[in-house]
C-alpha cells in the first residue's frame, strides 16, 4: 500500500486541487480541460488577492502542479489517488445509472 509520504501525484477528473500535490485534469475534451484550467487560475489569483488563498504556496506555484491530459492511461499513471465526479448533465448521467 502507498503511504502519504510516497504520494507525489493524484488525478482527479473534476476542477479540484488538493494541497501541494501534482495535480492531472482528464477529460475525453481538450476544450472541457481548457476552461476548466482557465477557470481554476481565475479563481486562484482572486483568491490570492483577496487573502483567502490556502496553503503556503503562492497561486502560481499552486497552478504549476495542475496540468490537463486527455490520455486516461497516461492521466492514472503512478497516481496514488484519484477522484471521479460524473457528468452533471441528465443525457450524459442516465449513461451511468
Same mark, same amino acid.
Request: with cysteine; aromatic share 6%.
Given at each position: 500500500?502507498?503511504?502519504?509520504?510516497?504520494?507525489?501525484?493524484?488525478?482527479?477528473?473534476?476542477?479540484?486541487?488538493?494541497?501541494?500535490?501534482?495535480?492531472?485534469?482528464?477529460?475525453?475534451?481538450?476544450?472541457?480541460? =481548457?476552461?476548466?484550467?482557465?477557470?481554476?487560475?481565475?479563481?486562484?489569483?482572486?483568491?490570492?488577492?483577496?487573502?483567502?488563498?490556502?496553503?503556503?504556496?503562492?497561486?502560481?506555484?499552486?497552478?504549476?502542479?495542475?496540468?490537463?491530459?486527455?490520455?486516461?492511461?497516461?492521466?492514472?499513471?503512478?497516481?496514488?489517488?484519484?477522484?471521479?465526479?460524473?457528468?452533471?448533465? =441528465?443525457?450524459?448521467?442516465?449513461?451511468?445509472?
Amino acid at each position: 500500500m502507498t503511504s502519504p509520504k510516497d504520494v507525489d501525484r493524484l488525478l482527479l477528473h473534476a476542477s479540484s486541487m488538493v494541497g501541494c500535490f501534482e495535480v492531472k485534469l482528464y477529460d475525453i475534451v481538450q476544450q472541457q480541460i =481548457t476552461g476548466a484550467l482557465e477557470s481554476i487560475r481565475k479563481q486562484m489569483k482572486e483568491l490570492e488577492e483577496s487573502g483567502f488563498l490556502k496553503g503556503a504556496l503562492s497561486a502560481e506555484k499552486q497552478l504549476a502542479l495542475i496540468s490537463g491530459c486527455t490520455d486516461l492511461k497516461a492521466a492514472v499513471e503512478g497516481a496514488a489517488f484519484i477522484q471521479v465526479t460524473l457528468i452533471s448533465e =441528465t443525457a450524459l448521467v442516465s449513461i451511468f445509472h
